[in-house]
């Protein structure tokens, strides 16, 4: 039974750098994409961003030109890197596992933005 | 992107009695490998996402059979054919034939 597990600082300031990291128990860590995904209040789910083992990455492009998403397959973790948030990047942020749907999903970080 | 579209976003329901929640998309789902790549979800308050189904009609392990997906191309439908009370949530389609992933907006279901 797969668990994801993430964490990461929960409180910005505009201009700063999110940063979370999720770690993958049990399961595969070879056969799937690693996605990171985000709910602002009200909203809509957005997805982020992917890895695989290999480090191959896609990325939404509306956020591209500020993510990163990178992995270290000896710790079977992954992590995203939004850089330059503001008040819109206000939102609840999942990492999950992705065969086609997202079939396992982390805990969820809430992470605000406010000077 | 794929624009996903569900309606209805509010959906008041009667325990014992069936609901039904349409998805469409703004372009077709059905691949060249003949798989359909649209998904339905389940938030319940203050959890993640609940992978129902998948590839229109395909239930998640563990998920009852009450929970019916069907639909082709780019017009979509969940039914639930007993509402519970557990049944209680947030129910988001979404595809994937293309990234980005999108979702929809969500149909909020309450009794």
């Known amino acids: 039974q797969v668990q994801l597990q993430q964490w990461g600082a929960g409180l910005l300031k505009p201009s700063e750098t999110l940063s979370l990291t999720c770690v993958v128990y049990g399961g595969s860590f070879s056969d799937y994409y690693w996605s990171w995904i985000r709910q602002p209040p009200g909203k809509r789910l957005e997805w982020i961003g992917e890895?695989?083992?290999?480090?191959?990455?896609n990325y939404n492009p509306s956020l591209k030109s500020r993510v990163t998403v990178s992995v270290d397959t000896s710790k079977r973790q992954f992590s995203l890197n939004l850089r330059s948030v503001t008040a819109a990047d206000t939102a609840v942020y999942y990492c999950?596992?992705?065969?086609?749907?997202?079939?396992?999903w982390g805990q969820g970080t809430p992470v605000t933005v406010s000077s | 992107e794929i624009v996903m579209t569900q309606t209805p976003l509010s959906l008041p329901v009667t325990p014992g009695q069936p609901a039904s929640i349409s998805c469409k998309s703004s372009q077709s789902l059905l691949h060249t490998d003949r798989k359909t790549y649209l998904y339905w979800y389940v938030q319940k308050s203050g959890h993640p996402p609940q992978l129902l189904m998948y590839e229109v009609s395909n239930r998640m392990s563990g998920v009852p059979d009450k929970f019916s997906g069907s639909g082709s191309g780019t017009d979509f439908t969940l039914k639930i054919s007993r509402v519970e009370a557990e049944d209680v949530g947030v129910y988001y389609c979404m595809q994937s034939i293309q990234l980005p992933p999108t979702f929809g907006q969500g149909t909020k279901v309450e009794i």
């Open positions: 890895i695989n083992h290999s480090g191959g990455t």
């Open positions: 999950g596992r992705r065969y086609g749907g997202f079939d396992s």
